[in-house]
């Protein structure tokens, strides 16, 4: 008994064995179709239908999809593999079954009212391009440099070559220019009543910078100081009478003292303020001096009693 | 910000020679540093090359006075000179008044220097010659609306004139009776990079 049931073990298990190691190798009347990107096997052999009603139809349904996997897995193993973190990765193609849309296809968007207004009015789009071939101006243009090397003289400005089309700035400066092109350089061309004065005509003003060259403005400043004071006059007129005047004043006094006070008292003619006492710096500077002078001379020791007070 | 030109140098040196004289070759050339005239706004300002170089760093518009300020060129580009001015010159003046004590609030708001308010006044003072009023006590005054003054009658003549009252020093207008007083009141943002 128990050899028969030892027996029976060992060919339960030679037989699980078996089991185990069937062949990869499976045979197949028509070769599998594969799209491995959607990782799909189509089997396309006809079904044995004997076979199917012999068998349990579960083990013949089991064996037959053991079978197509294992030929998909070959298939897939067929592929080049790669090493992603200890596991072992196959690289899958693109799929090759077209699969159907998820999601239904867009609908036209509908046309905007500036679209819908131009099909109306038969509207289309036109592009603009920058540059124009002007073909007048390149030919004045040439034949001004031709003038211009031939009498050695320059091409004039834009705006007074003639243009098929000017603009206003053009015309405006090609004015101003004319106006100024004038025996007296525009000095005396009269405007037309609405005209304006031309402004930003000519160069800008140009300044020294604000952080120079301190030495050299220093020595301008002081060269321009040296030529200042070089215009003032030497001689101050002013000073100059002043001084005389004051001379003068010292040797009356002195001259008076010498001859006494009583005399000088009784005596007392006060001619004006022009020679005021003894012409003592009369009136202002410049015509003063010698009014002053003369009535001083003229009135000698009389009137000393006032300058004296004053002194 | 930019310096002035010649035409502009030449009227401010005439306007300060009036005051200091020859003098003006000690506020161009200093001892103690580089200093130089840049004109901001119409306004002549009087800075120091250390504080020019910070306040180009200050844009124009926000720009408000640097320095000292010297004064200003008018529409027509005549110099005025400012107050704020005088700590410079009064230092370099030629002809000095000094005003007694008793006439010195008089002339600090406006009126006259009289024969009779006459402290001191330098010898030979020329008539119509530019002069800085002192006090008493050596400080220089200037008064409002009309900081510099000149002398109508040379100082000769003052001497003997009659009348105590005689005007001496006549202020020299320079703005309207209108203007506000000098120390403004800006009303930029602020930014202003002074000494």
Redesign the interface.
């Known amino acids: 008994m128990a050899a028969c049931s030892i027996e029976d073990v060992l060919a339960k298990a030679e037989q699980d064995e078996a089991e185990k190691l069937k062949s990869i190798t499976v045979q197949k009347e028509l070769d599998l179709e594969f799209d491995i990107g959607n990782l799909v096997a189509y089997d396309k052999n006809r079904i044995d239908i004997r076979q199917f009603r012999e068998q349990k139809k579960d083990d013949f349904l089991r064996s037959l999809a053991r079978d197509n996997t294992q030929l998909l897995i070959n298939e897939i193993w067929k592929h080049p593999t790669e090493r992603v973190e200890e596991v072992i990765v196959v690289k899958l193609p693109e799929p090759t079954t077209a699969l159907p849309r998820e999601k239904p296809p867009p609908k036209p968007r509908p046309p905007t009212k500036w679209e819908e207004f131009a099909k109306l009015k038969g509207i289309q789009k036109k592009k603009k391009t920058n540059l124009v071939w002007d073909d007048v101006a390149k030919n004045e243009l040439h034949r001004l440099r031709n003038i211009a090397r031939a009498q050695k003289i320059k091409v004039p400005g834009v705006g007074l070559t003639p243009t098929a089309q000017q603009s206003t700035t053009d015309l405006s400066r090609a004015v101003n220019v004319a106006k100024v092109s004038t025996a007296s350089a525009g000095k005396f061309q009269d405007r037309l009543p609405k005209e304006k004065a031309p402004r930003n005509t000519g160069k800008k003003r140009k ?6 060259n ?1 030495s050299s ?2 020595q ?3 060269d ?2 040296k030529v ?2 070089s215009k003032k006059p030497r001689l ?1 007129v ?2 100059a009478v ?1 001084k005389q ?2 001379e003068d004043d010292r040797e009356e006094s002195a001259a008076k003292f010498r001859k006494g006070g009583k005399k000088g008292r009784k005596g007392g003619h006060f001619s004006g303020k022009g020679g ?2 003894k012409g ?2 009369g009136g ?2 410049k015509g003063g001096g010698g009014k002053g002078r003369a009535g001083g001379k003229g009135q000698g020791p009389p009137g000393g009693k006032k300058g004296a007070g ?1 002194r | ?3 002035l ?2 035409d502009e ?2 009227t401010m ?2 306007k300060l ?1 009036k005051y200091i004289g ?1 003098n ?2 000690h506020l ?2 200093r001892p103690d540093g ?1 200093y ?1 005239f ?1 004109l901001h706004n119409d306004r002549v300002y009087y800075i120091s ?1 250390t504080i ?2 910070l306040a ?1 760093n200050i844009s124009r518009g926000k720009l408000v006075s640097v320095g000292t300020c010297f004064g200003k060129f008018t529409k027509t580009i005549k110099f005025r000179l400012h107050i704020t001015a005088l700590d410079f010159l009064a230092p370099y003046a030629k002809f000095k008044v000094w005003v007694k004590p008793g006439q010195e609030q008089s002339f600090l708001y406006g009126n006259h220097v009289l024969k009779s308010g006459l402290g001191r006044i330098t010898e ?1 003072t ?2 119509y010659q530019g002069v800085v009023v002192y006090s008493m006590a050596d400080v220089p005054l200037v008064s409002w609306p009309s900081p510099f003054t000149y002398c109508p009658l ?1 100082n ?2 003052s ?2 004139i ?1 009348l105590p009252l005689h005007i001496l020093s006549i202020i020299q207008s320079n703005q309207s009776t209108y203007s506000p007083p000098p120390s403004h009141t800006v009303h930029y943002p602020i930014k202003s990079v002074n000494i």
């Not at chain 1, 300044?207 to 120079?212: A, D, L, T």
């Open positions: 300044f020294q910078p604000v952080i120079g301190f403005e220093k301008r400043q002081l321009l100081l200042m004071d101050d002013n000073k002043n005047m004051r005021g006492g003592k710096g202002k500077g004053k | 910000m930019r310096p030109t010649d140098t030449k040196f005439e020679s020859e003006i070759k161009v050339d580089t130089c840049r090359e020019l170089k180009t030979n020329n008539q040379s000769q003549i001497q003997h009659a």
